[in-house]
């Protein structure tokens, strides 16, 4: 069972940045996906950004201002946002996909608030 840990979340004012890690408790590939959702309160939870074999997809709305990255050989992946706006508060999720299974984080907060 692979676990997940995210952290970074926090209080940002809009128009702000913060930076979200994602460490894996196992060794990951470039063939593995890797990624991060949100849910905020009363919405599903959508699919922010995600990587795999080198590509990155994003959401619409976060496209310019969020960056997903990884590095395999710390087994962690990382979402830089920038020039943040009060709808991405959130509870944020890392999301693997390793041999077929789907592994899921406990979830940070991130408001975006002034």
């Known amino acids: 069972q692979v676990q997940l840990v995210e952290s970074g979340g926090g209080l940002v004012q809009p128009g702000g940045s913060l930076r979200l890690s994602c460490a894996a408790s196992?060794?990951?590939?470039?063939?593995?996906?890797m990624g991060w959702y949100r849910k905020a309160p009363g919405t599903e939870r959508e699919l922010v950004a995600i990587t795999d074999s080198g590509r990155e997809s994003y959401t619409e709305s976060v496209k310019g201002r969020f960056t997903i990255s990884r590095d395999n050989a710390k087994k962690t992946v990382y979402l830089q946002m920038s020039s943040l706006k009060p709808e991405d508060t959130a509870v944020y999720y890392c999301?693997?996909?390793?041999?077929?299974?789907?592994?899921w984080g406990q979830g940070t907060q991130v408001t975006v608030s002034s």
């Open positions: 196992e060794s990951i590939s470039s063939m593995d996906t």
């Open positions: 999301y693997l996909r390793k041999f077929a299974k789907n592994y």
